[in-house]
């Protein structure tokens, strides 16, 4: 019963936070389950990183990043799809990153 009471406890902080995941269940007696964005397949109890920057294992996936929601109007930011990161910089200048003063997600 204490083991069910902090399950549930754990199961609503994950509710609460920002994070863009999705959960999947797993087959009893699966050894190996497949990554629905790629079709590879992966053995259970391992994790990877996607093409599309979801962190995973066999029972789910969340992103690997946090989206900027607000930083200084004269800035923008950009996707590097390769180190699965937003990078927020001078929209005239992109040398210069600019302050993140909030973001969503991981």
């Not at 549930?8 to 497949?34: D, I, M, P, V, Y």
Request: net charge negative; glycine share 4%; with cysteine.
């Amino acid at each position: 019963m204490k083991y069910l009471a902090v399950a549930l406890l754990l199961c609503a902080l994950l509710s609460l936070s920002n994070a863009q995941c999705f959960h999947q269940l797993l087959k009893a007696g699966a050894t190996h389950c497949q990554d629905s964005v790629d079709g590879t397949w992966h053995s259970v109890g391992s994790s990877w990183r996607n093409s599309v920057c979801m962190d995973c294992t066999c029972e789910g996936c969340c992103s690997a990043y946090s989206t900027p929601r607000s930083f200084p109007d004269d800035c923008m930011s950009v996707f590097n799809s390769v180190a699965c990161e937003y990078v927020v910089h001078k929209k005239d200048d992109p040398t210069v990153l600019c302050p993140i003063y909030a973001a969503v997600g991981k």
